[in-house]
Each structure stands twice: as structure tokens, then as C-alpha cells.
């Protein structure tokens, strides 16, 4: 499987952008890249995905490299509540069933 | 709509017993997926399913047993629980939009 690489840890202040980095040098050209986030003593959520072009949604933007190795996961305005694990994985669709690798992810801490 | 649910939340159990914990999702997934997450690790795949009556290995299998006998369930059995199964375990479910959807998490203590 593909794997991904992530920092263990960032900082941001509340109310400010955050951008969390991924590296996946080798990406398929199937494989979706997903991003999902935990919060302290639940289960994982779904935060994003894409395969090429860059996406948005409520929670996030989701910025791939034209060359596909590497994508930034964007919080526009980070609060309290963003403070959480956030994990890059790469999904390769429908032969792989949908089971995702899960790395040690992006330990977020925001600060009031 | 309740999304996906486990049972039961937390439990304590000594070596050699023996549990079935289950997982349920009312949104008529055909994914179901049995994950364990030790501390300051990321989540490790034990087994899933894709779909009523099937089931596969996932990562890390040995020790466990599932069965998918409905589609809204899927259970994860210990037959002889052992200390280094003790972790919190996650349930997750997908449909056709490639989201996974997560329970809220069993936590299990081995002694």
C-alpha cells in the first residue's frame, strides 16, 4: 500500500489559518486521498477527499499537487474545536474495498 | 438516524475469556470494517465485510473472529481474550460515497 507522511505535530491560534502537509510520493494514479480527523475520545470523521483537483467543502479545502505527491489539508479559520489527530490516507477505490491505512496522523493543538 | 453504534461501551474482561462486541449502522452500508486503535497509534484494520454473510481479514485478524449474519451488523469475537488485546476498538461502515463513518468506540481492558 501507499503510504503517506505527515508532521506529528502543529500549533495554531484560534481564528487563523492552518495548513497540514502531506507527503505521498508514491501515489497511484487511482488513489484517492482522503483525510479524516479525531477528536479526543471519539472515533475518526470524515474531513475530505479528492483525487486531482483541489476541493472544498463546510469544513475544509483540500489543495493536491499537480504532480499528485503531496496535498495540504486547509482550515480556513481553526477554533477550539479543530483541536484534534488528523490523518492523510490513501484509498485506492473499488479494489481495495474501502479499507483505509491509518499513519500515526497530525497532532493539531489550537490555542485560544 | 443514528449512524453507526457499538455495544457495549467499555469492558473488563480477565485472559482466556471470551466477548462479542457489536456493531450496528442504520444507513444500509454494505461496508462494514472492525478497526483497534492502541494508545498514540493510528487504527489498525482487524477485519471487515462487504457485504451480508461475507467477511475477510484485515492487518491484524489473528485472535478475533466476525460474522456478518444481517446487513446492518457486525459482530467482532474474542474466543480467548489475551492481555495485548486490550485497545479501543472502532467500528466504521461505508456506502457509496466512499466515506467511512465511525462508532463511537468500545474500550476493552484484558487482565
Known amino acids: 500500500d501507499a503510504k503517506t507522511t505527515q508532521p506529528n505535530s502543529m500549533e495554531s491560534n484560534e481564528e487563523e489559518p492552518v495548513h497540514l502537509p502531506c507527503n505521498h510520493s508514491?501515489?497511484?494514479?487511482?488513489?484517492?486521498i482522503h483525510w479524516y480527523r479525531q477528536l479526543p475520545s471519539q472515533g475518526p470523521e470524515y474531513v475530505i477527499h479528492?483525487?486531482?483537483s483541489n476541493v472544498n467543502n463546510r469544513m475544509a479545502s483540500l489543495a493536491i499537487a499537480e504532480d499528485r505527491k503531496s496535498s495540504t489539508l486547509i482550515l480556513h479559520r481553526a477554533t477550539l474545536r479543530d483541536a484534534a489527530v488528523y490523518y492523510c490516507?490513501?484509498?485506492?477505490?473499488?479494489?481495495?474495498?474501502?479499507?483505509?491505512?491509518f499513519g500515526q496522523g497530525t497532532i493539531l493543538t489550537v490555542h485560544p | 438516524n443514528a449512524g453507526v453504534t457499538q455495544t457495549p461501551k467499555f469492558r473488563v474482561l480477565k485472559t482466556g475469556q471470551s466477548m462479542t462486541l457489536l456493531c450496528a449502522q442504520d444507513?444500509?452500508?454494505?461496508?462494514m470494517y472492525w478497526y483497534r486503535q492502541d494508545p498514540g497509534m493510528g487504527l489498525r484494520l482487524i477485519h471487515y465485510?462487504?457485504?451480508?454473510?461475507?467477511?475477510a481479514k484485515g492487518e491484524v485478524p489473528d485472535g478475533y473472529n466476525v460474522s456478518r449474519l444481517k446487513k446492518q451488523n457486525f459482530l467482532l469475537g474474542l474466543e480467548s481474550a489475551a492481555p495485548s488485546q486490550t485497545s479501543v476498538y472502532f467500528c466504521?461502515?461505508?456506502?457509496?460515497?466512499?466515506?467511512?463513518?465511525f462508532g463511537p468506540g468500545t474500550r476493552l481492558t484484558v487482565l
Open positions: 466504521a461502515s461505508r456506502g457509496r460515497s466512499d466515506t467511512q463513518y
Open positions: 508514491t501515489i497511484s494514479g487511482t488513489d484517492y
Open positions: 479528492g483525487l486531482t
Open positions: 490516507i490513501l484509498d485506492a477505490g473499488g479494489t481495495s474495498y474501502g479499507k483505509l491505512t
Open positions: 444507513m444500509n452500508h454494505e461496508y
Open positions: 465485510s462487504v457485504g451480508e454473510g461475507t467477511t
